[in-house]
């Protein structure tokens, strides 16, 4: 029998809310603007909202660097905004989970002020700070956002850890006093009213013991070190105890940003029965697509990775734990453009892709202006680009690297944070309808042929489909609850696969190609079509045993 809970039930819709609207005219995106906006995303018929950090930032990395847990950016306004914003999104039946970012601070946090001062400062062990070694850095670790992943600090001649940027130390989870603060500050969120977290990187927080040297055969300057703090030694320790003094108070949603976690790790994070968390993010699929060298290094996708990837974490968390399903968010590139066709196919392919991912088992996640089919930017120039990942590669590969810039800004176009980052395409006004002033971030040019208003003016448009694949959801509990298993392993064009759920059947058949593939239900496969539940060619016909897919064409069917 499915273990039933709302947030399994629900479909989940991203806000990256510097981008989404602008209410004021100043450029940048604010909460009274995502209180305008919440019909829109009623009519699409998404459950919850995932709101990316509106708290006090100095903004060196997008708000994911916190300067007070309990105040919100004055950009975005203020915390009367914010709680009108809670009742609005409650008033319709909807939620709201906040992104819980406790891995690290603003350096700008009262905290990390009081703990640079000096070496017995009650603070100073909120943070991670080290004497040098050798008149060089305390460990070879590098920085997930280039260099040193430590910073001198004149004042107290001593380093701390940042593994973000400089501006962003890493708090210190060995101290009991710093982890009683973050859960008297996550308790103080869901007093409000919040209805769960998404928590950023939350499985760096335990670090190895003595922070030792990561191995180095090259000789590098810097070196990763993710072994060292990716699934540290004491993090299940620390998120039980998140759930007992917090979390477990509350019926809220819990989802942990996991960069790093396999599916055996991830089946003890997401076990009801370790009462740590409900889902994680996991990346395994978003670097299918990137070379030995890293996310930079690009390489096309074989859609058979892709089937093994996925498969074994449906397989593999089935019973156990529970999957979050996205290919898009604020971090990754547009999805339409990634594994999908921008230009010739870009309405068949956003679909097919939404088909594939929301017939899935698990929680399906909406970035902004996915439902739209949003795709890449090619701005001209470096200057236009914002994200601090980005900025930081460009100046370590081109000014001081000396590398060939046109392949760089091949990488950026391809796989940059800033892709996910351009304003929602509201319609076809001045600024796409974002803003009446100057955005924070060039418009995508293709807004005229790209927006909200388009889209829901048009049946066939990709807007309409989500709301299908939604509506499907919540009528279908098969969709929600019911096992996989994939068909066709091998094929490198077709990703097919079943699900199966108290006596009730689902086929579900995607074309990731461009070209017309002939499908065949293998020999084996128990499958007795009743109706065709959605499609994205609108002749598609019912016959399920044997068809051509058209390009990136997706089919699915319930039966027994």
Not at 207 to 215: E, F, I
Not at 516 to 524: H, I
Request: aromatic content about 14%.
């Amino acid at each position: 029998m499915a273990h039933k809970a709302w947030w399994k039930e629900s479909v989940v819709y991203q806000i990256y809310p510097r981008s989404f609207n602008d209410s004021n005219g100043d450029g940048i995106g604010d909460i009274k603007g995502i209180t305008e906006k919440l019909d829109y995303l009623r009519n699409l018929g998404v459950d919850v909202i995932w709101l990316s950090p509106v708290y006090k930032s100095p903004n060196d990395d997008n708000g994911y660097d916190i300067s007070d847990y309990q105040a919100i950016m004055d950009e975005f306004g203020t915390m009367e905004d914010w709680e009108e914003l809670l009742d609005e999104i409650h008033i319709r039946d909807m939620k709201l989970i906040m992104d819980l970012v406790v891995n690290h601070s603003s350096d700008e946090h009262k905290w990390f002020q009081e703990s640079r001062k000096s070496k017995d400062n009650p603070y100073r062990d909120y943070y991670i700070w080290r004497p040098g070694k050798d008149g060089k850095e305390p460990n070879n670790w590098e920085s997930t956002f280039s260099g040193s992943a430590w910073q001198y600090d004149k004042r107290t001649e001593e380093y701390y850890l940042h593994l973000f940027s400089k501006k962003q130390p890493d708090l210190n989870w060995e101290n009991p006093k710093l982890r009683q603060e973050v859960y008297n500050m996550i308790k103080w969120w869901l007093d409000k009213g919040i209805d769960g977290f998404r928590m950023d990187v939350i499985n760096f927080i335990s670090k190895v013991s003595g922070l030792p040297d990561a191995p180095n055969p090259e000789g590098r300057k810097y070196v990763g070190g993710g072994k060292y703090y990716i699934n540290g030694p004491r993090v299940h320790e620390f998120l039980y105890e998140m759930n007992e003094e917090a979390l477990s108070k509350y019926d809220i949603m819990t989802v942990g940003e996991m960069p790093g976690v396999d599916v055996e790790e991830a089946k003890k994070y997401t076990d009801p029965e370790r009462k740590e968390l409900q889902m994680v993010f996991q990346f395994e699929h978003m670097d299918l697509d990137s070379g030995p060298n890293g996310k930079w290094d690009l390489k096309p996708l074989d859609l058979r990775d892709l089937k093994t990837n996925i498969s074994r974490w449906q397989t593999g968390l089935n019973g156990i734990g529970w999957n979050s399903l996205y290919l898009n968010n604020h971090d990754q590139p547009r999805i339409v453009s990634r594994f999908g066709n921008e230009k010739e196919y870009r309405v068949v392919s956003a679909k097919m892709l939404g088909t594939f991912l929301h017939m899935l088992q698990g929680t399906p996640y909406i970035y902004q202006g996915e439902e739209i089919g949003m795709t890449n930017v090619k701005f001209d120039s470096i200057d236009d680009y914002r994200d601090i990942e980005i900025l930081n590669m460009y100046q370590e590969k081109v000014v001081e690297g000396n590398q060939d810039l046109s392949k760089v800004m091949e990488s950026i176009y391809v796989k940059g944070r800033d892709n996910a980052r351009t304003p929602f395409q509201w319609d076809a006004s001045v600024n796409a309808g974002f803003t009446t002033g100057k955005p924070w971030i060039k418009i995508n040019p293709n807004y005229k042929e790209i927006n909200a208003e388009q889209a829901v003016s048009d049946d066939e448009s990709i807007y309409h489909y989500y709301r299908q694949l939604i509506e499907l959801r919540k009528k279908h509990e098969l969709i929600v609850h019911g096992d996989y298993k994939l068909i066709l392993p091998k094929h490198d064009k077709i990703y097919a696969y079943t699900r199966t759920f108290e006596g009730q059947k689902l086929l579900v058949v995607t074309n990731f190609s461009e070209e017309n593939v002939e499908f065949r239900l293998p020999e084996g496969i128990a499958f007795e079509g009743k109706e065709k539940l959605i499609g994205n060619y609108p002749d598609a016909n019912d016959n399920y045993q044997v068809f051509t897919l058209r390009p990136y064409e997706a089919r699915v069917y319930k039966g027994v």
